[in-house]
C-alpha cells in the first residue's frame, strides 16, 4: 500500500472540518487547527493531530512543518482578513500545494495574488456542479452512487 498523504487544514468550520474527516477517513494523515477549542475537540479522536490555534500566528504554522505537508487548506473563508493572513504565512513558509476557501470574486482575487493558491468557492462551486446535475438525467443521488462506485469507495 502506498504511502498516505499528509494534510494540513487550518479552519475547523464545516467545511474544514467536513474536508479533514473525510481525509482522514480515507487513511491521510491530517492536522487540522483551529482558534475554537469547542470546533478542535469533535476531531481529536479522528485526525492525527487536531491542535487549538490561531492559524494567522506565524510560530504556530512553522511548528506544524507544513513545508512538508501534500497540501494546506486553509479553510477560514468566513474571516477574509485573517484567511488573507494565514495564506500569506503559509506562501511564505514554502507549502508546495495550498488551497484557500474564498467568500468571493476579490478575496479570491487577493488570495491568488499572494502566490500559487487554488482558491475554492463553494457555493459557487457547488451551484455550477447542481447546474450540471441538473443537465444529467440522472438524479444527484444515482450520480453520488456512481461516482462512488467508479471510485471504489463505499
Known amino acids: 500500500m502506498a504511502d498516505k498523504s499528509r494534510f494540513i487544514v487550518l479552519g475547523l468550520g464545516r467545511f474544514g472540518a467536513t474536508l479533514a474527516r473525510r481525509l482522514a477517513a480515507d487513511g491521510h494523515r491530517v492536522t487540522g487547527i483551529d482558534i475554537s477549542e469547542a470546533a478542535v ?19 504556530i504554522l512553522e511548528a506544524t512543518d507544513l513545508g512538508n505537508a501534500d497540501a494546506v487548506v486553509i479553510s477560514m473563508g468566513d474571516e ?9 504565512h503559509v506562501v511564505e513558509l514554502g507549502a ?17 495574488k499572494l502566490g500559487d493558491i487554488d482558491v475554492i468557492l463553494p ?12 443537465n ?10 456512481r461516482s462512488v462506485n467508479e471510485s471504489g469507495e463505499e
Do not use: W
Open 41 to 59: 475537540r469533535p476531531l481529536e479522536e479522528e485526525l492525527d493531530e487536531a491542535l487549538v490555534g490561531d492559524a494567522t500566528d506565524k510560530e
Open 80 to 88: 477574509p482578513l485573517r484567511n488573507i493572513i494565514a495564506a500569506m
Open 96 to 112: 508546495t500545494r495550498i488551497l484557500a476557501r474564498g467568500t468571493d470574486a476579490v478575496h479570491a482575487r487577493i488570495l491568488r
Open 123 to 134: 457555493e459557487q462551486d457547488m451551484g455550477a456542479y447542481v447546474a450540471e446535475a441538473l
Open 136 to 145: 444529467s438525467p440522472l438524479s444527484l443521488g444515482q450520480q453520488r452512487a
